[in-house]
């Protein structure tokens, strides 16, 4: 038990009760999984808080209950393979790692994405491979998969991710025209075509990239 065991408890009760997380899995791992050491040094007394907070190299790790829906909504089983774009602290990652079968996970900033390689051998977790680069172009080779989270706004939806899904695959993503707010939206690959759904607003860092903003 770590010192922050407390108010790691308060923020899933949180998720839980205020939030209406309701998949007894994701409250599990996020109860188990050290908030605080994905977060930069000076700011670990915040970890725990219902807000986002700034890491290295301009970005954030996502609120607490961001990450709770967004994991809720791709419906992981042990036998999942997911994709995630976006890296950033590598705190999404773990979470997703153990949930499923295997995590494929792109961050674009070579400094981020190589703190989330070491933080995630530090872990001990050993079914996530990273890379360096766009990931609004999926990764082929590992396709299809079940699931696929961008944890960056995005203009509109990147065709290659949605084609990257298995038949009942779900893309979670938030999009929105203006750079700085978006809506939770999640796809649904059918045997035609594909369901949408609205799940809130919110607000991310832009996803930069060939099927992104420019910049
Ligand atoms: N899930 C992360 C969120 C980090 S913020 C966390 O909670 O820590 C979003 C991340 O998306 C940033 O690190 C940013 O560099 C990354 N990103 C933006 N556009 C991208 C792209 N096209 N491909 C991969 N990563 C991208």
Not at 20 to 43: C, G, N, T, Y
Not at 77 to 90: D, H, M, Q, R, Y
Not at 153 to 175: A, D, M, R, T
Not at 177 to 195: C, H, M, N, W
Request: proline share 7%.
């Amino acid at each position: 038990m770590d010192e922050y065991k407390i108010a790691r408890d308060k923020m899933v009760q949180r998720l839980a009760e205020h939030y209406k997380i309701s998949d007894q899995r994701v409250l599990d791992v996020m109860s188990e999984v050290p908030r605080h050491l994905f977060v930069p040094e000076a700011l670990k007394f915040q970890a725990y808080r219902d807000n986002a907070l700034p890491i290295s190299s301009n970005q954030t790790i996502s609120q607490p209950y961001i990450v709770a829906k967004m994991t809720e909504l791709l419906e992981l089983t042990p036998a999942c393979k997911v994709l995630e774009i976006g890296a950033g602290s590598g705190y999404q990652t773990i979470i997703l790692a153990k949930l499923a079968r295997a995590v494929y996970a792109i961050e674009r900033i070579p400094a981020l994405a190589k703190e989330a390689k070491q933080k995630l051998t530090e872990f001990g977790v050993k079914n996530v491979t990273i890379s360096c680069e766009d990931g609004t172009n999926g990764w082929p080779i590992y396709s299809p998969f079940d699931a696929v989270i961008v944890a960056a706004g995005s203009p509109s939806v990147p065709n290659p991710l949605l084609e990257q899904l298995k038949p009942g695959g779900k893309l979670v993503i938030p999009i929105g025209e203006d750079p700085k707010s978006q809506v939770l939206f999640r796809f649904i690959k059918e045997a035609q075509g594909y369901t949408t759904e609205e799940h809130g607003a919110c607000s991310f860092v832009p996803l930069i990239g060939d099927h992104g903003w420019e910049s």
